[in-house]
Structure formats: structure tokens, C-alpha cells
């Protein structure tokens, strides 16, 4: 009898009926499984006063938009992570895994259940101000800017005079969006002439309008950059940008389509160099019309191009970031390097191009790239009636230039020359820092460091911390802090290295919240 039961079992198993029986005992809810999923990945944006059309931070709007919510994870439309991070990851990355994918459709297709409410985590707290500490200067607006609610989009570039005593070197530059609700993306860059200022005088109102660029081509096209749930960052120790003392920063911001005027007045928070700056970051525009080898650079109407770029970089290179310009018949690019010995190097592969989202890619850690690499790319431009976003009807041969109806094939580097050690700095080995509902955020800067270190950490929740220095191997170096009790909300902890040996050291926390690890390089 017991033998003919468990055939029975057997039975049941192979033809589904236990799976189907299990699956309904593992029903997801709202409060366990999709609002952590919602509060990590869509909050930044989707609530009030934000970018995004609807606020996410309830179960009852989450639940009015299920069915589209379902849809744009899906077609991985939103979060709006445009990198495919099956090729490559940077930092602040933030997209949905195919497994959350899948939850959040088994979800909705399940009726949306909520769940016990009382299991629903806080919705995260969002710094309202810089999210790097006190500026040291910071440059407004002159004026509110007013965006008129025609439903049209603006392109508009602010001519912001910076006067100081003296050139700085700075570590941070942070874009603050003023009406957060139309700021769509911002490009900065730094003018040492007055031809911004000649361009703005001779244009009605404040600022002037300009799309692709600046309208002429100021010292650095590409200082600083921003779009809606970036994250500004300092630079490792050492490295910097030079600020002019009599330049102007030139802000474009992208204004989003809207049907009620509003005004904006935004700030850039520039934030100078502690340490001395010895090392200064380039950005070059190193893929460019110029390096094609299949060129001219001329999109014909009614068909799919692609253009293959190709370049020697000629001295042994350090890499921070990648990031990849064009408009909207761009459909996708691919940068990669191929290093002497033939090995390649992923640099970044973007397969659904939407100039909206365009990016500042940065690598989890500095990438090394030596002399006599091919840097390499592949951009492909949809010029037919197909391209939805196409902005000739109908579709015109389009050649280089700055206007929503031209093009542009570009891929900004930020670079400088390799020192021995750089592959070791990692810049942070927790992606998507940003808010995690629940859980412990901690950075560790300066990195590297010789003397001293802070580490900064963050918790939802009051809890005790302990924070340890471990070598390499896992073993104690030293014990920072021992079940110390601390408060929700930022902290800083200095962490002095007197008497610590050169090396590669990991800063590891414990909390209620989680345990995190930094890498950390103790320098000579
Ligand atoms: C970086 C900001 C940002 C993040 C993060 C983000 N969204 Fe959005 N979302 C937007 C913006 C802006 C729009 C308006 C459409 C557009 O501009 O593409 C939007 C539109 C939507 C829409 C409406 C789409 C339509 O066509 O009607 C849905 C649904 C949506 N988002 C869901 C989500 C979900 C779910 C997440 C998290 C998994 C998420 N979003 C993360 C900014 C964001």
C-alpha cells in the first residue's frame, strides 16, 4: 500500500500536479516581494515632484499601473538603464534581473495580492540636498528659467560665469536640478571665452538655445553630466579636473515635453580637491567621424547603417568612464578595445540607443588599457520610416551636425596616463549605492589613501555596527568599531591608517541591515 502511494506520488510529480500545488504556496505579494523590487529600482524616480508621470511608493499606485508596470520591466523599457549589463557593469547600474523580471509578471498575473501590510518596508529616504556633503562653491542660475507647457521639448544652454581668485582643482562637479519634474538631462562644459556669453546676448530671454552642442567648441564639451537617478562622485585622490578662474561652466539642460508652464533655477555644486591634484582627467572624444573606417560619416534615407570606427590609442591608458553620443536615428553601439595580445576589453554595448537616457558610464573600478590597444566601435543609425524616433518624415540622407536633425557619432572618454597600481582602485564594489530599502549603503573616501580614510555609511534603520579592517587573506587588522550602537541616516567614521602597511585591505561592516565590503588601497 505504502509502495502503490508513493507511485502515486511519482505520478502526481512527473505529470505537474505537485509543481502547480507548490507554486500557489509561493504566491508572491506587494509587501514581500515587489515593493523592495519597487522601492530599489523605481522610487529615485517615480515619486512626487521627480521625472518620471507617477509616483510608485504605494501599494495602491503600483497597483493602478500593474498591467503597465508588467509591460515596460518586460520589454526592460524601465528602470531606464540603457547599458547591456549581460556585456559590462558600471557603477550605479540599476536594472531588474531576468529572475525579478519574471516576479514582478507572476505577480501581476497573480491578481496583485498586497499581502500583510505591516510587512510593507519604508519607502527610502531620499537626501534632498548634495548627496556628496557641503559644496564648496556652488553657481546658480542666474535667472528661473520658464519652459513653456507647449508639449515641445527645449534644449537650452545656461552661461554660468565662475570667478575665482585662482584656477581650482576640483574633485566633484554636481548637477542639482531645480524643478526636478522637467529637467530631463543636463551636458556641462566649460567655456575660457566669451562666446557663450555672445550667444546667450544675442538670443531672446536667459540662455540660449542650441541642441547637439554648444554652438562652437569650448575647452571641454563634456566637464559634467546628468540625468534623472545619477549619482555625482568624487574623483580618486589625485585626480582631478582644472576649473578656469575667469571660465563659464555652459549647462544645456534637456526640458521634457510638458503642458503646464513651469520654471526651473538649477545649481551646480562644485566641490574642490582636498588632497593635491597631480593627475588630471581628460575627456576626449577619441571615437569620432574621423576614426571611421567605413566612411564618410553620411546616413542614406531608408536604410540601416552601421559604422565601424577604429583607433590606436598611442599611450598606455587609464580609463574611468565611457560615454557614447549620437541622436535619434542612433539604434546601438558597441566600444570595445583590443589590447596588443589580442585579448579584448568590453568597454560598452548599448542595444536599444535612446538619446534621452544617454549616460555617463562609469567602471566599478579603473581600467587599464595599454599602449597600442585598437579601441573599436560599431554604430549602427536607423534611417527608415520604421525609426519611430526618426525626425525626417520622410526619412532624408543625414549628415554630422548639431541639430535634432543631424547626427553624431561620438564616444567621450575619460582618461589619463596609466600609473602602476591604477586597476587596483576600485570605486566602489557595491552597485546602485543609491538606496536600498532596509539595507546599509557604505563608501569609503578617500581611495586609495595613505593616511587616513572616512568611512561614510547610511542605515534605514538605528542598529549596532561593527567595522573591521581586514587584509587581503580575511584576517583582522584592526577593529574600527565593536557593536557600537548608531542612529538611522548618514554617518562618517574616520578611519586613521598610521602604522598600516602599503597593500590592498577590505573595510567591512556589519549592521541589522546587512554586511557590506569595500576594497581599500593603502598607498606608500
Ligand atoms: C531614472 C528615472 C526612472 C527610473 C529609475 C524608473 N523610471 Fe519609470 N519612468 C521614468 C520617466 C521619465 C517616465 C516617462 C516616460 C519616459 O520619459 O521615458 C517613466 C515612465 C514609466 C511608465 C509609463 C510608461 C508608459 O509608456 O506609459 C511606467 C509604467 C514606469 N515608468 C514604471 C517604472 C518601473 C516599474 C520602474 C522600476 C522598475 C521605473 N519605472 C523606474 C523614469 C524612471
Redesign the pocket.
Known amino acids: 500500500m505504502k509502495h502503490c502511494f508513493s507511485l502515486l506520488l511519482l505520478a502526481l510529480a512527473l505529470f505537474g500536479v505537485l509543481p502547480a500545488a507548490q507554486a500557489q504556496t509561493t504566491q508572491y505579494t506587494f509587501s514581500q516581494d515587489i515593493a523592495p523590487?519597487?522601492y530599489n529600482?523605481?522610487?529615485?524616480?517615480?515619486r512626487t515632484g521627480?521625472?518620471?508621470?507617477?509616483p510608485?511608493t504605494t501599494y495602491a499606485e503600483?497597483v493602478s499601473?500593474a498591467q503597465?508596470?508588467k509591460?515596460?520591466?518586460g520589454t526592460r523599457?524601465?528602470?531606464?538603464?540603457k547599458p547591456d549589463p549581460n556585456y559590462r557593469h558600471y557603477l550605479d547600474e540599476?536594472t531588474?534581473t531576468d529572475a525579478e523580471i519574471a516576479k514582478?509578471r507572476d505577480w501581476v498575473d497573480g491578481g496583485t495580492p498586497q499581502g500583510n501590510p505591516a510587512l510593507i518596508p519604508a519607502v527610502p529616504a531620499y537626501p534632498s540636498g548634495s548627496q556628496l556633503g557641503t559644496p564648496d562653491m556652488v553657481i546658480p542660475m542666474a535667472q528661473a528659467f520658464t519652459h513653456l507647457g507647449n508639449g515641445q521639448d527645449m534644449y537650452r544652454i545656461f552661461v554660468l560665469p565662475v570667478n575665482m581668485p585662482a584656477d581650482r582643482d576640483i574633485a566633484a562637479i554636481e548637477f542639482r536640478a531645480g524643478n526636478k519634474s522637467i529637467v530631463?538631462h543636463v551636458i556641462i562644459g566649460m567655456d575660457t571665452t566669451q562666446q557663450a556669453q555672445a550667444l546667450d546676448a544675442a538670443a531672446p530671454g536667459y540662455g540660449y538655445t542650441q541642441f547637439g552642442g554648444f554652438g562652437f567648441n569650448p575647452v571641454e564639451t563634456n566637464f559634467a553630466a546628468w540625468?534623472?537617478?545619477?549619482q555625482a562622485r568624487f574623483y580618486p585622490t589625485g585626480m582631478g579636473k582644472k576649473l578656469y578662474r575667469h571660465s563659464s561652466l555652459l549647462v544645456q539642460v534637456h526640458y521634457?515635453p510638458n503642458y503646464v508652464t513651469q520654471t526651473d533655477s538649477s545649481v551646480v555644486n562644485v566641490f574642490f580637491a582636498r588632497q593635491p591634484v597631480t593627475r588630471y582627467i581628460q575627456t576626449l572624444p577619441a571615437i569620432s567621424p574621423v576614426t571611421l573606417t567605413n566612411g564618410p560619416f553620411i546616413i542614406p534615407a531608408n536604410q540601416i547603417s552601421t559604422f565601424h570606427a577604429q583607433i590606436v590609442v598611442p599611450f598606455e591608458a587609464t580609463m574611468l568612464s565611457i560615454a557614447p553620443h549620437a541622436h535619434f536615428l542612433s539604434k546601438g553601439w558597441k566600444v570595445w578595445a583590443v589590447k596588443p595580445n589580442g585579448d579584448t576589453i568590453r568597454l560598452v554595448k548599448i542595444n536599444d540607443w535612446?538619446f534621452?537616457?544617454q549616460g555617463i558610464y562609469r567602471f566599478t573600478s579603473l581600467q587599464r588599457i595599454p599602449a597600442g590597444s585598437r579601441l573599436m566601435a560599431d554604430a549602427t543609425y536607423d534611417n527608415t520610416a520604421q525609426n519611430p524616433r526618426n525626425p525626417n518624415s520622410p526619412p532624408q540622407t543625414v549628415q554630422w551636425g548639431e541639430s535634432t536633425t543631424a547626427e553624431m557619432l561620438l564616444t567621450y572618454f575619460d582618461v589619463l596616463p596609466y600609473r602602476a597600481g591604477d586597476e587596483n582602485i576600485v570605486l566602489s564594489t557595491v552597485p546602485g549605492v543609491a538606496t536600498t530599502p532596509g539595507t546599509v549603503q557604505m563608501a569609503v573616501f578617500p581611495n586609495p589613501t595613505s593616511a587616513t580614510t572616512t568611512i561614510n555609511f547610511q542605515m534605514e534603520r538605528a542598529s549596532p555596527v561593527t567595522v573591521s579592517l581586514l587584509d587581503g587573506t580575511g584576517r583582522l587588522v584592526r577593529a574600527v568599531v565593536r557593536s557600537k550602537a548608531y542612529p538611522a541616516g548618514p554617518q562618517q567614521l574616520p578611519l586613521p591608517l598610521t602604522g598600516v602597511a602599503p597593500g590592498i585591505y577590505i573595510v567591512r561592516l556589519e549592521s541589522n541591515e546587512g554586511t557590506r565590503n569595500e576594497k581599500l588601497v593603502v598607498a606608500e
Open positions: 523590487l519597487v529600482h523605481c522610487t529615485r524616480c517615480h521627480e521625472v518620471a508621470p507617477f510608485l503600483v499601473h503597465t508596470i509591460y515596460v520591466t523599457y524601465m528602470p531606464p538603464w540599476n531588474l514582478i530631463h540625468v534623472p537617478g545619477m521634457g535612446d534621452r537616457w
